[in-house]
């Protein structure tokens, strides 16, 4: 690329930045909760194949937003550089990547559940202005290009840079008046802070002192909420008020129930331990934690809304769109599924559903687990299909029972002798009634169980092992309290969760 590529480049990435940065602006006032560059990124993750999707959770996490948003802005810095050069060799054709990009963001912001009326006006003009100042700044590198002396040629040369280093300055000035706005708007300590959460009408069964095996490297019985995972399509974490949340029960009823937040908490709200579990989850991963919640069952709700008798499902949907189908017979049977208002004793974080989020104990969170959550649609499974289920995943996911070796890690070296294995296993809403390991090829030999807190959560477990030196495959499955033995063969967490026994490999001597 000659030079002056490179400044039809940097002229193309400076008008994308004000182009964007003015969106922005302008959205905060006419549609605070879907602007072009979220609604683009939610909208990716949306339309994001299925592999992509699961390589993205592998490899970053819960940092794949994060990830997302640094692929975004360099994608689109490409595609910005692209337009300036093109625009510059042939006049309008980078116009018509500018459009073409809005027309997309027009396109994410449409398509998102919280659009309003006035979301399009952000994108449009952005549009309008980008199609303005694109030519405007290129017209200026062709005079500097058309320069016949040094002296109109420097004046030239300060007129496009002049231009340029203005566009920049609007656009970093402007970014940081957006962000700041934005943060003016919701004031988001602020509405959690004015949530108190009353006392249980009944409280989490205690948890017994031999529900934890002390063993370095065991993971916390009850999650710290601020290890807890995070796993949702949210590309920007809603922030919603609970002085205008509203949950509506629709659909097969006998009559449309509604609730606000004040209503819901004057509800008996009882405390419960939940271990909630991702279909995600890979053998051994840690896409699952502990935790208690406080909320009023789901079955009480529906009981005033009287589900249809041909019912067989029940589509929750969250202020972003997202939905999960759960069978209505878990939803109404004498298991604790609650619209939780509290984890761990405080307000839902922004991040885990606040206000209100279902936790249904026993099946895995992508059909049950509804954060945000803003509508009860009584329906039956053969009507409605959920987010997850267009997406190639079974549209039922009850939790599969499972294990997995905490301590020692994977390739770990040890001194010979005994060593001391550890971890938790878990059988949602059934409970786990043995755990044992296996060395090498060898026999399976029992594992000591802690106490259960209840059959809703995970156990925690340990096994002595007797090695000499060398190298060794451990493993370990659990058996649930119906008798049956956890899954040897490996599947994939596609399409309804993984399973196959978790190894870890250690060096003795
Ligand atoms: N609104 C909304 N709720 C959601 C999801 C989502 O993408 N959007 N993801 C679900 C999935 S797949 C899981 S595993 C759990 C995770 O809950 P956590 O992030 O609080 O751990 O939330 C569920 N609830
Ligand atoms: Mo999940």
Redesign the pocket.
């Known amino acids: 690329m000659n030079r002056t590529s490179w400044l039809a480049a940097l002229a193309g990435i400076v008008v994308v930045a004000v182009v964007a940065v003015a969106g922005e602006l302008l959205a905060a006032f006419t549609s605070p909760a879907v602007s072009p560059i979220t609604a683009v990124g939610s909208a990716t993750i949306d339309l994001m194949p299925q592999p992509l999707k699961e390589w993205a959770i592998d490899t970053f996490g819960t940092a794949d937003k994060a990830a997302l948003l640094v692929t975004m802005v360099l994608v689109i810095a490409v595609l910005a550089a692209i337009a300036g050069i093109a625009e510059y060799k042939r006049r309008y054709s980078g116009v018509a990547i500018i459009v073409l990009f809005s027309l997309i963001g027009l396109a994410a912001v449409y398509s998102r559940p919280q659009a309003v009326p006035s979301s399009v006006i952000a994108p449009i003009a952005g549009a309008v202005l980008g199609v303005i100042i694109l030519p405007a700044l290129i017209n200026r590198l062709r005079a500097l290009k058309a320069a016949e002396d040094p002296a109109e040629s420097a004046m030239a040369r300060r007129r496009f840079l002049v231009a340029t280093g203005a566009g920049a300055a609007v656009a970093v000035i402007g970014g940081y008046i957006s962000t700041t706005l934005r943060s003016v708007q919701v004031n988001v300590a602020k509405l959690r802070a004015s949530v108190t959460l009353p006392a249980p009408s009944s409280r989490a069964q205690p948890i017994p002192d031999e529900a934890s095996i002390p063993l370095e490297g065991m993971p916390e019985l009850v999650t710290p909420t601020d290890e807890?995972?995070?796993?949702?399509?949210?590309f920007t974490v809603p922030r919603v008020d609970p002085e205008t949340w509203k949950l509506k029960v629709t659909g097969l009823v006998d009559r449309e129930v509604e609730i606000d937040f004040a209503e819901l908490m004057s509800k008996p709200l009882i405390e419960r331990y939940v271990t909630?579990a991702?279909?995600s989850n890979p053998v051994g991963g840690d896409?699952i934690?502990n935790a208690s919640w406080l909320g009023w069952p789901i079955r009480e709700l529906l009981a005033e809304a009287g589900p249809a008798g041909d019912a067989d499902m029940v589509l929750s949907t969250?202020t972003?769109g997202?939905t999960?189908g759960t069978p209505l017979e878990v939803l109404t049977d004498e298991r604790d599924a609650v619209l939780a208002v509290g984890m761990n004793g405080a307000p839902l974080p922004f991040?885990?559903?606040f206000p209100v989020?279902m936790v249904v104990p026993g099946l895995?969170?992508?059909v049950s687990?509804?954060?945000?959550v803003t509508e009860l649609k009584v329906t039956r499974f053969a009507d409605e299909v959920a987010y997850w289920t267009t997406r190639g995943w079974t549209a039922r996911g009850p939790i599969k029972l499972s294990s997995r070796i905490d301590t020692p890690r994977d390739g770990a070296n040890r001194p010979p002798g005994k060593l001391r294995l550890g971890g938790v296993a878990w059988a949602q809403h059934v409970g786990v009634r043995a755990v044992e390991v296996q060395v090498d090829d060898g026999p399976w030999q029992p594992a000591e169980l802690a106490e259960a807190i209840s059959e809703d959560t995970w156990r925690q477990w340990v096994a002595d092992v007797v090695l000499e030196p060398g190298e060794y495959k451990l493993t370990v499955r659990a058996t649930d309290r119906n008798g049956d033995v956890q899954i040897a063969d490996f599947a994939p967490p596609v399409p309804s969760g993984a399973t196959g026994h978790h190894s870890i490999s250690v060096s003795i001597g």
């Open positions: 807890f995972y995070r796993i949702d399509t949210a909630l991702c279909v896409l934690g969250s972003d997202w999960a991040e885990h559903g989020r895995y969170g992508y687990a509804t954060k945000w």
